[in-house]
């Protein structure tokens, strides 16, 4: 089911962070069924799904946050499962920062050093500091805190208090409290769901950077999977309390082994083209044959997908082209969305275009509506009724010049 | 910043606040304000000669026993209830906002005595410290212990009223501190967990007792002022006996005013109770709100 079988060597080492056989149920509610999920040493995997599909739930059960009805948590091969979140060794950043709101940045980030360094004794107020060596403990940690405050570049901040900071500076902080502990592997649900989108794009460069650096296992949730894919070194699509596939953003992106994946990576949505595949092992919709030079394992009825950018928009019929009708153009600045329908049906298709070719699709939309589109044989995926990938065979090889003159042939 | 305003706005603003503006001044400030001209004369009522004394009153209750009596009472009465009645009001919320499944019950039970009239519930708690025939007596009997003169003695009175404060203010500030605790943000519990917070003393430490503190100011205020307004137990249960043991300020006030019909007196005993209520509100708002407001 997964494609990262191929890619992980079992024998080479085990894996950093192992959830295994993971299943949690909250009442009737079934929320996780048997998830396994390896994470290598210094990798930055991403949890990527619709809500609701569990991925913050495993990502509490890591955290030690949630105990899982069956299954087990390992770090570093050590069994942590009855391990409660406090001895666990891995530090959180949450999607509400869970900042404490009464004490200084300084403070906050303090707290989990105090909390695992100092005794009860130690931490009382007034007295505490009389105690042992409390004032030693208490400089090195402060010494941490400026160390880790500089890495963040949030110096300043240190004597202000969560509300006398903007998100992005909170963020920062949360992430500087995960820090200061170097902790065995970090868990971060959502951290940046609350910012603005041109904050969360330069966030998410920082915090590849800090990983970057630290190159401490991190698994990251998230709901936007071009975050997903720009982040990580590996994503896992999550769907309903499984784990879909778990992959190389390219993989997941251009390999997806489920249709639930490839709806759910890319923007705009992948095109979706029910066929009937004959016993000839063609697809065709309606009358229509699709994917020409492709062979399909098996007959029945089969969805045929394909990416916006990889399907090409001709004004006059081409071998291998079929009809379509374009119903809008959108212009999106550097690129332009043609949205097209399958003449008399209410299929639609969507390409990305260049402003150019989209400009000149829009005049020629008064006189006809009829294009004409095509793809490159080794461009279409196929999955089968139950949304599995089923591979296609091409018979005919088609020749890297053939496909180059392909697309010179493209629109204009 | 500086706003010019168009006169005809500002003329319906006071149009508009006209009625709870009037209402204010004739029902609060104007009574308060005849209540502190009142105080520096020696008004009796029924007697239509009044005489200005100045501050004669006031003075004359730096040597009143029984107003001086009273205050005393009314403080040892304060210091009873107030931590009492805060403190198991938070211990009765936790346990509560702990558990789910018997979480309405328990609110109910516990409000119970805030909505049921204190009056009427005077007569219960008569009967249950009745020093004969009262059922707590008789469970301090079957225990081996002697029987405690509640409400008949002047060593236990302050005591037994204060046991009645307290059974009636906890319910109401057990809701305000569950109100408080459901504000708080679940995440810090678990971010206090991943910090290495392992004991639930600690937890309480790091999260529920900071998030709870504009919660705990104003449980605090309001059951400060409550204590110190106690008469209805006192006017119903003892009428500030035996002797003047539960002489309490508001029954002073109120023996002075309309049993004895000193209007001038009993308005400066008012004035006195005014102020000492209008000083600890300063005290809690401006002092305690600055460190329980984090913004």
Known sequence: MQ??????????????????????????????????????????????????????????????????????VLLNGKDLTAARAADRDMAMVFQS?????????????ALPLVMRRLSALERLPWVGRFIGETRAKLAAIRQEIEQSAHTLKITPLLDRKPAQMSGGQRQRVALGRALVRHPKAFLMDEPLSNLDASLRVHMRTEIAELHHRAGVVTVYVTHDQEEALSIADRVAVMMGGRILQLDTPQAIYRDPQHIDVACFIGSPRINIIPVEVSSNRRAYWGEVELARGCEFPDEGAFRLAIRPEALKLHSDPQPGAFAVHLH??????????????????????????????????????????????????????????????????????????????LHDEAFI | MKHSFDPNEVRSAYWLSAPALILMLALLLLPTLAVLVLSFTDAELGVPQVNFRGLAAYADLLNDRTFLGAVKNTALYVLLVVPASVVLGLGLAMLIEADDLFKPFFRSIYFLPVVSLLVAMASVWQYLMHPSIGPINMLLNKFGLSSVNWLGSSDNVMGALALIGIWQTVGFNMVLFLAGLTSINRDLYAAAEMDGARSAWSRFCVVTWPMLGPTTLFVLTISVINAVKVFETVATLTQGGPGKASDVLLWVIYEEGFVHLQIGAASAMAMVFIAVLLVLVLIQTRVLEKRVHYT
């Open chain 1, 3 to 72: 494609g990262e079988n191929s890619q992980f060597d079992a024998a080479s080492a085990t894996p950093a962070l192992h959830l295994q056989a993971i299943e949690k149920s909250f009442g009737d509610n079934r929320i996780l069924t048997g998830i396994d999920l390896q994470v290598r040493a210094g990798e930055f995997i991403a949890l990527v799904g619709p809500s609701g599909c569990g991925k913050s739930t495993l990502l509490r059960i890591a955290a030690g946050l949630e105990r899982p009805d069956s299954g087990r």
């Open chain 1, 97 to 109: 920062y869970a900042l404490y709101p009464h004490l200084s940045a300084r403070q906050n980030m």
């Open chain 1, 328 to 405: 809008r153009v959108e212009f999106l600045g550097v690129e332009a969305l043609c949205h097209l329908v399958l003449p008399g049906s209410d299929v639609a298709l969507v390409t990305r275009q260049s402003p150019e070719i989209a400009t000149q699709l829009k005049k020629q939309m008064d006189m006809s509506h009829v294009l004409y589109a095509s793809a490159l044989d080794t461009d279409w995926l196929a999955f089968n009724e139950n949304g599995q990938r089923v591979a296609l065979h091409l018979p005919t090889q088609v020749t890297p010049i053939a496909l180059s003159r």
